[in-house]
């Protein structure tokens, strides 16, 4: 079974630009998450979906960033225009229900390496 | 909101030697602890986790012990070998609510 897949892996880009990270979750996983890992910080988290539905966006850090799930598939994370401190390793999750205080666990994909020059 | 705090930032061990890593919470709601590891280039992977109707759970060379009164738990690694080198990152929920992580221990097990 294909774990949770994120595209690309890594992106150089120029403050102002546009840049589309991808998530493809576990397939039959309703929750999505994107969180977002600072250098030498905490993971944060940025926004949940439940199918295609966004139940939860309170650590998104500004208009800049905007996600989709058209369909309750893949996800997709648009940052623009990029700015510096944009620059983290952009990681995607997934669980199949969504309350972890069951049997349920939240799997994660490799993440995405944003460098905004 | 829920804060996660954990310690030490860095550790660096004897192959064979135990390591501790601790973390504590600030939300008494809270009631699930997991704990990934990172390899480098990879994505955080679940290693253990415990829930707040037990104290302890094992798993092989792996175990986390969590003090409910104190807010505190802890992920304890014995006969650590060269491959258990990775960054190790605590977090807690309260099942319904997104993980909240600490920051991370970069453990270094040296051979």
């Known amino acids: 079974e294909a774990g949770v897949t994120q595209f690309p892996s890594h992106s150089v880009i120029e403050k102002g630009q546009t840049v589309t990270l991808r998530c493809d979750p576990i397939?039959?996983?309703?929750?999505l998450y994107w969180y977002r890992r600072v250098m030498g910080k905490e993971i944060k988290f940025l926004l949940h979906?439940?199918?295609?539905?966004?139940?939860?966006e309170s650590g998104m850090p500004n208009n800049r960033f905007l996600a989709e799930r058209t369909g309750g598939t893949y996800s997709t994370l648009k940052v623009q225009p990029a700015e510096l401190e944009d620059s983290g390793v952009y990681f995607c999750?997934?669980?199949?229900?969504?309350?972890?205080?069951?049997?349920?666990?939240?799997?994660f994909g490799s993440g995405t390496q944003l460098s905004v020059l | 909101g829920e804060n996660v705090e954990q310690h030490p930032s860095t550790l660096s061990v004897q192959e064979g030697d135990s390591a501790v890593i601790k973390c504590t919470y600030s939300?008494?709601?809270?009631?699930?602890f997991p704990w990934y590891k990172q390899e480098l280039g990879k994505g955080p992977q679940l290693i253990i986790d415990?829930?707040?109707?037990?104290g302890e759970k094992k798993d092989q060379r792996i175990a986390v012990t969590l003090n409910k009164t104190a807010k505190h738990f802890s992920l304890h690694i014995t006969e650590t070998q060269p491959e258990d080198s990775a960054v190790y990152f605590c977090?807690?929920?309260?099942?319904?609510?997104?993980?909240?992580f600490g920051k991370g221990t970069r453990l270094s097990v040296i051979a």
């Open positions: 999750a997934s669980s199949q229900d969504r309350d972890l205080a069951t049997n349920e666990k939240l799997f």
């Open positions: 397939s039959g996983h309703d929750n």
């Open positions: 979906f439940v199918k295609e539905s966004k139940q939860d």
């Open positions: 939300d008494s709601a809270s009631n699930y």
């Open positions: 415990i829930r707040s109707n037990v």
């Open positions: 977090a807690a929920s309260k099942g319904n609510t997104p993980l909240v």
